[in-house]
């Protein structure tokens, strides 16, 4: 698109980064507020111009619209504008899955990540099995879901989680079990089986965050593997989801657990474990 001349002008007051790319010299906060307030009165059209401005990370065509887009999108909150805030979100979405470079795509997943509600949802959602967007729309999605807007990151995370592959499945899994989604047991109990033992270990985590009483057989069994760091991160998992569960009134299910514990960490490395499971027998 067309970015007009009294933009680039306004965007020309940005600050230059420093040799280390860190934004700590010659740094007029006045003149800088009143351009940033400047370019928001422009409304989405100049945050569809400064994402037109955006160029490669690193570059000095960068740098000047890329710290007006953060500066712009940081006003809308403290002003505590909503329809502004929705209103940028809004233009920022609609740049993902589209013909815009992956790394300003993960960028405004970045920005998402801080301003987005409800209205960036599905547009990150879209992009959950881009390996190059993978990771920043996962953490956009986890931040929102922890929000206002409830179930709907879960939601979008879950849908994405069949044809997830590779990292894009580590981070639907480790994102759901971030938000202890309920949800997403049947998903959790899927996943502690997969190749991937990053997978395992996340999908371990969430089966114990949510303290799901079903899970206590697969968890388990995860914990049942030669000795490593695995071994110790499925036994954590275990201790959790007891906790959890005494913590629902399910104190038969976590004795269950500590009983297995202490059978089965017998050798002198895992002692600690055995005696662990011991004192939890004696006080829940």
């Given at each position: 698109m067309?970015?007009s001349?009294?933009?680039?002008s306004?965007?020309?007051?940005m600050?230059?980064?420093?040799n280390r790319?860190m934004y700590?010299?010659d740094?007029d906060k006045?003149k800088i507020?009143k351009?940033?307030?400047?370019?928001y009165?422009?409304?989405?059209e100049?945050m569809r111009?400064l994402?037109?401005?955006?160029?490669?990370p690193?570059?000095?065509?960068?740098?000047?619209?890329h710290?007006?887009?953060?500066?712009?999108?940081?006003?809308a909150l403290?002003?505590k504008?909503e329809?502004?805030?929705?209103?940028?979100?809004?233009?920022?979405?609609a740049e993902?899955?589209?013909?815009?470079p992956k790394?300003?795509q993960a960028?405004?997943?970045q920005?998402l990540q801080w301003a987005?509600r409800?209205e960036?949802?599905a547009?990150?959602?879209?992009?959950?099995?881009d390996?190059d967007?993978?990771?920043p729309?996962?953490?956009a999605?986890?931040?929102?879901?922890g929000?206002?807007?409830g179930?709907r990151?879960a939601?979008q995370?879950?849908?994405a989680?069949?044809?997830?592959k590779?990292?894009?499945?580590?981070n639907v899994?480790h994102s759901?079990?971030?938000?202890a989604?309920?949800?997403s047991?049947?998903?959790f109990?899927?996943?502690i089986k997969?190749s991937d033992r990053e997978?395992r270990?996340?999908?371990g985590?969430?089966?114990?965050?949510?303290g799901?009483?079903?899970a206590?057989?697969?968890?388990?069994?995860a914990?049942?593997i030669e000795?490593?760091w695995?071994?110790?991160?499925?036994?954590?998992?275990c201790?959790?989801?007891?906790e959890r569960?005494?913590a629902?009134?399910?104190?038969?299910?976590?004795h269950g657990?500590?009983?297995?514990?202490?059978a089965?960490r017998k050798?002198?490395?895992?002692?600690y474990l055995r005696?662990?499971?011991?004192?939890?027998?004696?006080?829940?």
């Open positions: 067309a970015v001349e009294k933009l680039k306004l965007v020309d007051q600050p230059d980064a420093d790319g700590t010299t740094i006045k507020e351009a940033v307030a400047a370019i009165e422009g409304g989405p100049n111009g994402i037109a401005m955006l160029s490669e690193g570059s000095p065509k960068n740098v000047k619209p710290y007006a887009l953060h500066c712009v999108v940081n006003y403290v002003t504008d329809p502004g805030r929705k209103a940028f979100c809004e233009v920022m979405a993902l899955g589209g013909d815009s790394h300003i960028y405004l997943c920005e987005g409800a960036a949802v547009a990150l959602g879209s992009v959950l099995t390996e967007l993978t990771t729309a996962s953490m999605l986890v931040a929102i879901g929000g206002v807007t179930d990151a939601e995370l879950r849908k989680f069949p044809k997830a590779g990292l894009a499945r580590l899994v759901l079990a971030a938000l989604d309920k949800s047991a049947g998903i109990k899927e996943a997969d997978v270990l996340a999908a985590s969430g089966s114990a965050r949510i799901d009483a079903t206590v057989r697969p968890l388990i069994e914990a049942q000795p490593g695995e071994r110790i991160q499925a036994t954590k998992h201790f959790l989801l007891a569960l005494v629902d009134g399910k104190k038969d299910a976590a657990i500590y009983r297995h514990i202490r089965t050798a002198p490395g895992e002692a005696e662990a499971a011991e004192k939890s027998l004696a006080t829940v």
